[in-house]
């Protein structure tokens, strides 16, 4: 069983858009109990992904490859709507890389960055493009965006 830490940020200014080139995913949330299941599709690849639906920096995950064919069904016929579309731009820093995911459809105006630990406790630097920590916040789940798109926060 894999463990997922990770912390997440705002993203401010525009700078990091210079460093990488984004790639669209879309992915789709499946009736939430004591875990999270998700169905993602990129670049002709489709994952279905089970995580534990507990806050904060560490969560159980399990993801999994299933036929792209299989993963595009699954996000048009089963999956609550809205969709999560957003495009993810992969940053090299230092010992890490970021993902900024720029939200799309019912979460644009939304650009979150986050990085992939091996510890709670380890250290990374903070490029000076990161806004404020919402690692604790739910609201910036992508489950939760799905359920309350940022639109509709206002």
């Not at 960055?113 to 690692?135: C, H, M, N, R």
Request: proline share 4%; aromatic share 12%; hydrophobic share 35%.
């Amino acid at each position: 069983m894999a463990k997922e830490i990770e912390r997440k940020f705002l993203v401010k200014g525009k700078a990091w858009r210079a460093l990488a080139k984004g790639k669209i995913y879309r992915q789709g949330y499946l009736n939430e109990a004591a875990c999270v299941i998700r169905v993602r599709t990129t670049d002709r690849k489709a994952y279905l992904t089970i995580k534990s639906s507990a806050a904060g920096t560490t969560r159980d995950e399990f993801e999994y490859e299933i036929p792209y064919d299989d993963g595009k069904a699954i996000l048009e016929t089963l999956a609550d709507r809205p969709l999560i579309e957003k495009r993810r731009y992969k940053i090299p820093a230092g010992e890490v890389t970021w993902e900024v995911d720029e939200f799309l459809g019912e979460n644009a105006g939304l650009i979150v960055a986050e990085v992939q630990l091996t510890s709670e406790d380890e250290a990374f630097a903070k490029p000076e493009w990161l806004g404020d920590e919402i690692t604790s916040d739910p609201r910036y789940y992508n489950a939760n965006l799905a359920k309350t798109p940022f639109k509709r926060w206002r």
